[in-house]
Each structure stands twice: as structure tokens, then as C-alpha cells.
């Protein structure tokens, strides 16, 4: 029974890491890569789909995404809804291809990005503390029903801490380099 729980805790503080990562990626730093556009939705014959369902996104360079939709049609309405997405980018179309250049950042916009990144890092901390509560909880429930001992209980809940404590430290980790590729020029 303990085991099956720390391997629950363990499962959804992995989960939790994965979120956050997608939720950094979706962070411009002024750098082109493919999974910026994941979210942005584009009307394809009245239903929203993710541009990458219709249309092939390369890196053109360093600083510019490159975006070819497969049907010659939808040019028009995959550029209308990368302008139109929160990312603050401006398509240009050459042809069937759309190319999004990256604008550099400004300093404030960096400043403005590292709050919304710690941000980010303080909600998964929070997801991870409440996944230790949770642990915590059932392990003294077990111990009140005399399902488990009070040693064995002592134990699980030391586990728990360090696992709380390992995935904590892999938060910080990742919010080091965001903050480090958004500080960079």
C-alpha cells in the first residue's frame, strides 16, 4: 500500500514537470522553434485546429519559422491567426510560404517574462507541495485505520519529503534556464 502511493505521488509530480515544461515552452525568448506555434488555432472548413495539423513549420534561422500549409487555400487563414495569436508576431507571406520572424525582446520584456516564468515555477512548486499533502493525508488515514504502523508511516513520510524535495529542485533547475535563455542577447 505505501508503495502504491509514493509511485501515485511520484507519477503525478512527473506529470506536473511535464506541464510545466510545456507551459516554458510556450514562453517567447526571441528564439524561433517549431513548438511555438502549438497552440495557435486556425478555422479549417469551420473547426479550429492547431496550425501544426495544417501546415509544415520549419526553422528557417535562428530567429525566423518558417510555415508552409499543405492546401495553397489556407495561406491566407493560417497567417490571419498567427497574427491574430497573444504572441505578438508578424507574418510575412512570400508565395505559399509564411515566415514569422522573432522580434528581439526589449529589456522590460525580458524583465516582464522572467515574472510570468517564476510565475509558472511557483504554481508547479504549489502542485507538487499539494501532491505531499495529499500523500501525507492517506499515510495518516492508513495509520488511524491500523492498516499500516506508526514506524512504517514515519518512513513513507520521509520518502515522500524527499521526493517532494527531488522534484522541487528539478522545478528550480528548469526555471534557471528559462531565466538564463530569456536574459540572453
Known sequence: MIAELKKTAEAKMVKTLESLKNDLLKIR???AHVGLLDHVQVDYYGSPVPVNQVANITLVDARTLGVQPWEKNMVQKVEKAIRDSDLGLNPATQGDLIRVPMPALTEERRKEMNKVVKNEGEGAKVAIRNLRR?????????????????????????????LTDKF?????KMLAAKEAELMQI
Open 29 to 31: 525568448t526571441g528564439r
Open 134 to 162: 495529499d500523500a501525507n493525508t492517506h499515510l495518516k488515514d492508513a495509520l488511524k485505520k491500523g492498516e499500516i504502523p506508526e514506524d512504517d508511516e514515519r518512513r513513507a513520510q520521509d520518502d515522500v519529503q524527499k
Open 168 to 172: 522541487i529542485a528539478e522545478v528550480d
